[in-house]
């Protein structure tokens, strides 16, 4: 089965500065990532997301880099704000896996002015 | 974009007792919908994949009596957590695959079981 972990459980940076976020998995066959944010006692928000074809994806001020040989993904948010403040959880589907999305960890990012 | 809806948003309940949780797809239709479960600062677990006009599918270790799917229509999936008790205080989540890009969540119910 699939396993989605991440590397830090908590992340605080301050304010305006380039945040981090890091996740592994073990399924050679995932093939979707995405990436969601969560605020308390609400549902995931997606941020971005990137297939396996390819390595690197922007969005505004975020960035997903895969990196397919070590099964590892990133979220970089540059210039973090107070409101990035969440759980960031990376999530993963497969081939064959019927569209289940299976989710990391969770990381908590608190963001300090 | 897709938007999913989850009533309600929370409900507490006596212990032995069933509740109900909606997801409907209010500007598509769905015929697979995903329901997750999440306990205090942890991630979310899927439960199972309901499946419309035919039977869920079961996450391993998910009861199926237990946690009854239904997905009757192309727009709604509900969850009843039957004979509930405090452990099975959570918060439960929806969600439809992919439409164009990612997975559209609800916004979760929290249930109390007391």
């Known amino acids: 089965g699939e396993s989605v972990g991440l590397h830090l459980p908590t992340l605080s940076v301050q304010e305006g500065d380039n945040s981090i976020i890091n996740c592994a998995y073990s399924n050679s066959a995932s093939d979707y990532f995405i990436w969601y944010k969560q605020e308390s006692g609400k549902g995931p928000q997606f941020i971005i997301d990137i297939r396996s074809n390819m390595d690197k994806r922007q969005g505004q001020r975020v960035t997903v880099l895969l990196n397919k040989t070590v099964k590892h993904l990133s979220l970089q948010i540059a210039a973090t704000q107070p409101g990035d403040s969440a759980v960031y959880f990376c999530?993963?589907?497969?081939?064959?896996?019927?569209?289940?999305?299976?989710f990391g960890a969770g990381t908590r990012l608190a963001v300090h002015p | 974009g897709a938007v999913v809806s989850q009533h309600p948003s929370r409900v507490i309940c006596k212990s032995g007792t069933s509740v109900k949780i909606e997801c409907r797809s209010l500007?598509?239709?769905?015929?697979?919908m995903f329901w997750y479960r999440q306990f205090p600062k942890q991630s979310l677990m899927l439960m199972a994949t309901s499946n419309e006009g035919s039977k869920a599918t079961y996450e391993q270790g998910v009861e199926k009596d237990k946690f009854l799917i239904n997905h009757a229509s192309l727009t709604l999936s509900t969850l009843t957590v039957t004979s509930a008790h405090p452990e099975d205080s959570s918060f439960y989540i929806c969600?439809?695959?992919?439409?164009?890009?990612?997975?559209?969540f609800g916004s979760g119910t929290r249930l109390t079981v007391v």
């Open positions: 999530a993963v589907t497969f081939s064959g896996g019927y569209n289940k999305l299976i």
């Open positions: 969600s439809a695959p992919p439409m164009g890009y990612g997975y559209t």
């Open positions: 500007d598509f239709q769905a015929t697979t």
